[in-house]
């Protein structure tokens, strides 16, 4: 009854899409916590209206006062003396309780409830302004106060820790641990150099000869600056961060640097705090650069939209390093406001801002370096990265599961070069977490082309600690953390052990177990509710008219324009695919063609559709795509593929529709069979079945893309045909 009318009080004040409230939280903070009370009128046994308030207190009075939150009478009942009832009783409690006073805010648009107000005798405090903190800010402010209180603490504890490290490295006290007979690798001078690495309270005391309370021989075995993804999607993994986590640190990874775009695209906010808290107090140091693009376009129907407002209060977490790819370069080159903004805002942080814009070049290029980007990963060849480095930008050299550039760009990890030089997944899909490893398998590959060992390992470790500011981190050198990854040689690169600030946590292939972060319920219920769509019907994917033809290419996520076409032909490996709106219900479909996916019978659908995250789906018939779309909504997110109405594999992503709860073996395997299903049914083996189609929504990369309005030119920034039913 009170969440009816609470309901109906926001949409009368035209504030409904406001309304979080739900029956289990009122319960909570009413009946469980007592934090608030409410009481009703009614007439002849129906509900008229109802008033909702707390005790407050006067500083001044020295007593409680009643805080009126709201009163609300229906339309049907008013004109009956109802509201003055309500707050006559409110009066009257209040008079009962000894309360001070009495007292409420009311909208300025509001002139009935002003003029009724009066008449009951109330004074507007017109000298006073209503402040309020909600929401990510906050909690940051909450954030602020943590950290000045928890650094307060450390200083002490931080003063006795340096005494002690500087002891420890004069040789006036054992160290904690020492790793002897190590050979390192060191990223200052780009050589391989030996002896004992002494480390207390989490740190490298020196480097020489040393004793310690606890002594291991690394002889025959190499030590390595813990490894770093300098750009990675942790949602593309299709698990928890914490899952991540266990997959990755024995590949030797111990920091990465994570844009949470993906599920704040599905949840705006709420994803960013989501990631935040899925991330908190992981053995593994997870940063979070800022969604830039949220939608990555204009023409993207997400599940949210994210102004430079919305983010600013986050750049107060001391794990927010900056702004994540800068995908809209149309804006940036053009000006637009809003991007401007944020850039500025980045900027009056002192955080870095990274950029994503492929193929930009010449003045173009120079204007988006000029807005202070700092980097790319978009390079798939070296003419591009070195026209983007000589105009000052750091290159991320990207291998990740669907874009894979190390061979093009693997010329730029020579001594010329190499202080610009970065290493990043981008997006990196469980199994291949799981079959071929993280940072440590680019490694592996650059090294076996003929990259100088030094070289590569700096790149995945000093250079990008040095780039986000992430300080005393990357290096094998005195003060700094010890953050250690152990291999036996650089032909075979097997990872031994991996130490985090100076324990250890993950040895010969296993992650040393670690406690799971907690998330707040209510976020975690926001993240498993994110479909409002209806069922699809065959009818749904039959055009009337021909559509334009996006072409896919093998190892790459750009298209090229294939002209347009009056229908599939699965024979001519031409497909129809579409994207379905998920998010608000719209009904909106938008329709076109593909070729080079290979597919020669039934369907495949995701939710994962770069990176508005609609359901996109690609058939050689419109009963097939109809069929896996609806088993996409009916398991609450997720892969699937369909033939002949027959569920072929599916990987359910009930978190968001973009990642599962589910152990990570559990996902990998899951996914392993999709990919073979996709296989048998004739997906292109040059191709990623399912992270390649999901990209194919992603309208900030060459040429052609689809959205739930139809076939959109990146390029000319425009739709070669639009189609939406």
Known sequence: MLLAFIKELAAYEKMLEEVVADEATLEEWLFDRQKAEAIFIEEAG?????????????????????????????????????????????????????????????????????????????????????????????????????????????????????????????????????????????????????????ITDGLIAGIGSYHGRKEIDLSGSIVLPGLMDAHIHLESALTMPSEFARAVLPHGTTAVFTDPHEIANVLGTDGIEYMLEATEGLPLDVYFMLPSCVPAAPEDESGARLQAAALAPFYAHPRVKGLAEMMNAHGVVSCDPEILQKLSDCKAYHARTDGHAPGISGKALQAYAAAGIASDHECSTFEEALEKLRSGQYIMIREGTAARNLEALRPLLIEKYIDRILICTDDRHPNDLEEKGHIDYILKQAIAAGTDPCLAVKAATYNTARYFGYRQHGAIAPGYAADLTIIDNFKDFTIQRVYKNGKIVADYGRAIDFPEPVIQDTLSEKAHHTFHVRKMEPEDFIPDRPLAVIGMQNGEITTTDEGTAASADPEQDRLEIAVIERHHNTNHIGLGYMKGYGLKSGAVATSIAHDAHNIIVIGADPKAMADAVNRVIAINGGIVVMDQEKICGEVPLAIAGIMSDEPLKTVSRRLSACKRSARQLGVNRGIDPFMTLSFMALTVIPTLRITTHGIYDVQKQKYLSIFRK
């Not at 339309?75 to 109802?82: C, L, N, Q, S, V």
């Not at 509001?110 to 005798?121: A, C, H, K």
């Open 46 to 198: 129906k509900e008229a209206g109802f008033a909702l308030f707390f005790h407050n207190f006067s500083t001044f009075l020295g007593r409680a006062g009643i805080y009126l939150e709201d009163l609300f009478v229906k339309p049907e009942y008013r004109g009956k003396g109802y509201g003055k009832a309500l707050l006559e009783k409110l009066a009257d409690i209040a008079v009962q309780r000894g309360c001070g006073r009495l007292e409420w805010w009311c909208l300025d648009r509001n002139q009935p409830s002003i003029d009724f107000y009066l008449s009951m005798g109330a004074e507007p405090m017109s000298d006073w302004t209503v402040y309020r903190i909600d929401g990510s800010t906050l909690k940051n402010v909450r954030r602020i106060f943590v950290i000045n209180m928890t650094n307060k603490k450390q200083d002490n504890i931080q003063m006795k820790n340096k005494a002690r490290l500087i002891r420890t490295a004069a040789g006036q006290e054992p160290a904690d641990l020492v790793l002897k007979n190590a050979r390192y690798v060191n990223v200052f001078s780009n050589e391989i150099l030996s002896g004992d690495l002494a």
